[in-house]
C-alpha cells in the first residue's frame, strides 16, 4: 500500500494541463462533501431546546434540527456520485501511463488502487481547504466553545471523507483493465456485486436515517417521515431501473434506423444499457425530490394565502421550505455535474472509436447529435417515472393534509425543466468532441 500511494503522488505531482481540471474537480466535490459533514457534526452537536439565530427557528427544537442533518447527509449521494464520476473519466485519461505500469509488473487491481489513491489525494487537498474555511466561518460566527467530542467529530470527517473518497473511486474503477499494450476497456465480471454493494448503501442510509429519526422523535411522529423517505428511495430506484431498461429495449428497436445519428445512439445502448443508470441515478432521485418539493411548497403558499391557522408562525415554515429547496437546487446542480462528467468520461472511452468514425468520413454534426440522443433517449421514460413518483408522493401527502385544492403547476413542469438541464448539460460537453475524434488518436490503434 506504501508503494501504491507513492506511486499515486508521483502520478498526481506530474499530472499536465489537461489532467488538471479533472483534479480540481475531485478536490471541489471532496470541499462539497467536507463542508456538508461539518455542517451536519455543528448541528447534530446542538443539544435540548436552544435559540438559535439562524434559520428562523428551524434550528431551535431536536426534532427539527435531526431533519436537516438527515438533509445535510443526504446531499452526500450525488456528491459521492460526482466524485466517482471524477475518478471514473481520470483512469481513462491516464491509460498510457497505467499501460507503463503494467509494463512494470503491476496486476490490473494494483493499477485500480494507484488510481484510486490519486482521487483520494485530490480529495485530502479539498477536505483540508474545506475545513480552513469552515474553522474561519465557525469562530467568526459564535464564541461559544466546542466540547471535545464536536472536535473528534470534525477530525473524523476530515479524515473519513478521502477514505470514503477512495472506496468510491475504486468501486468506480471495478471493471476497468489497462492493458500493457495501452488500451483501458472495461470488463464484466462473472459475479456483479453492483446490486449487493448499492443495496448495503441504501440499508445503511436508511438504517442512519431511522435512527436520527427514532432518537429526535416519538416512534409515532417519527413514522411518516420514515415512510416517506422509504417511498422516494423506491421510487428513485424505480425510476434507475426504467433508464437502464429503456436504454436496451430503445437500443434493440432502433437499431435499423435510416438516421445515421440514431444508429449510432442505438449501437452504444445497445452495447452498454446501463451506462445510462450510472450516470442519471442521481439526477433521477433528485427529480422525485424537486417535483414533491415544488408540489407541498406550492400547497403550503395555498394554503397561506387562504388564511391557515398556522399563518402567524409563517416564517417558520417558509424557512424550512427555503432551506429545503436550497439543498434540493444544490443536490440538483451536483447530480448535474455528475451527468456531465460522466458524459465526458464516455467519449474518453470511446476517443478511438470516434476518431475513426470522423476518419471515414462521419461528420462531426452527426456525432454530435448522437451523443444527445444517447442520454436523450433513455432519460426521457426515466425523467417521467421519477416526475409519476414525485406526483405520488405529493399526492398522498396533500390527500392527508392539505385544506385547499391541490396546486398541479409547478409539479408537472418540474421534470420539463430537469430534462431541459440535462440536455443542456449533456451540450456542454461537446466541445470535447471536438478533440476526441482528432485522426491522431488512431495511431495508437
Known amino acids: 500500500m506504501r508503494a501504491d500511494a507513492t506511486l499515486a503522488w508521483a502520478l498526481l505531482r506530474g499530472s499536465d494541463r489537461r489532467e488538471w481540471w479533472r483534479i480540481s474537480l475531485t478536490a471541489f466535490g471532496a470541499l462539497l462533501a467536507t463542508g456538508l459533514a461539518l455542517s451536519a457534526v455543528t448541528v447534530a452537536s446542538v443539544t435540548g431546546h436552544t435559540k438559535v439565530p439562524y434559520g428562523n427557528g ?57 488510481a484510486a489513491l490519486e482521487s483520494g489525494l485530490a480529495c485530502l487537498a479539498g477536505t483540508v481547504l474545506a475545513l480552513c474555511g469552515f474553522l474561519v466561518l465557525l469562530l467568526a460566527a459564535t464564541h ?54 448499492f443495496t448495503a448503501t441504501g440499508m445503511l442510509a436508511i438504517g442512519g436515517t431511522v435512527a436520527i429519526l427514532l432518537v429526535s422523535q416519538r416512534p409515532s411522529a417519527a413514522l411518516f417521515p420514515i415512510v416517506f423517505l422509504g417511498a422516494l428511495a423506491l421510487s ?40 445510462a443508470s450510472r450516470t442519471h441515478a442521481a439526477v433521477l432521485l433528485m427529480t422525485v425530490a424537486s417535483v414533491g418539493f415544488m408540489g407541498l411548497w406550492q400547497l403550503t403558499r395555498a394554503e397561506l394565502a387562504a388564511g391557515a391557522s398556522w399563518a402567524s408562525n409563517a416564517d417558520f415554515y417558509l424557512g424550512g421550505y427555503h432551506l429545503t429547496g436550497l439543498g434540493i437546487l444544490l443536490g440538483l446542480v451536483i447530480s448535474l455535474g455528475a451527468l456531465a462528467v460522466g458524459t465526458a468520461e464516455s467519449l474518453a472511452t470511446r476517443r478511438r472509436a470516434l ?71 449533456t451540450a456542454g460537453t461537446l466541445p470535447l468532441l471536438r478533440r476526441t475524434v482528432r485522426p491522431a488518436e488512431l495511431r495508437y490503434e
Open 58 to 114: 428551524l434550528l431551535d427544537g431536536p426534532a427539527t434540527r435531526a431533519g436537516v442533518v438527515v438533509a445535510l447527509l443526504g446531499l452526500l449521494i450525488p456528491v459521492l456520485g460526482f466524485l466517482g464520476q471524477c475518478a471514473r473519466i481520470g483512469a481513462v485519461h491516464r491509460d498510457r501511463r497505467l499501460a507503463g505500469l503494467r509494463l512494470a509488473g503491476a496486476t490490473p487491481a494494483q493499477v485500480r488502487r494507484i
Open 144 to 197: 461559544t466553545a466546542r466540547p471535545p467530542l464536536v472536535w473528534l467529530g470534525y477530525a473524523l470527517v476530515v479524515l473519513a471523507v478521502p477514505v470514503l473518497a477512495v472506496l468510491v473511486s475504486l468501486l468506480a474503477l471495478r471493471r476497468i483493465v489497462a492493458s500493457p499494450l495501452g488500451p483501458v476497456r472495461r470488463v464484466r465480471p462473472e459475479r456483479s456485486r453492483t446490486g449487493a454493494a
Open 236 to 275: 428513485g430506484l424505480a425510476a434507475v431501473s426504467i433508464a437502464g431498461a429503456s436504454a436496451k429495449f430503445l437500443g434493440n428497436r432502433l437499431a435499423d434506423s435510416s438516421n445515421p445519428a440514431v444508429l449510432i445512439a442505438a449501437g452504444r445502448l445497445r452495447h452498454d444499457p446501463w451506462a
Open 355 to 425: 476518431a475513426a468514425q470522423a476518419a471515414a468520413g462521419v461528420p462531426q454534426s452527426v456525432l454530435r447529435h448522437a451523443v444527445l440522443l444517447e442520454s436523450a433517449l433513455p432519460l426521457a421514460p426515466a425523467v417521467l417515472l421519477a416526475g409519476i413518483g414525485g406526483m405520488g408522493l405529493y399526492a398522498a401527502y396533500a390527500s392527508l393534509m392539505a385544506t385547499v385544492p391541490m396546486p398541479l403547476l409547478l409539479p408537472l413542469l418540474t421534470p420539463l425543466l430537469v430534462y431541459a438541464t440535462c440536455l443542456l448539460a
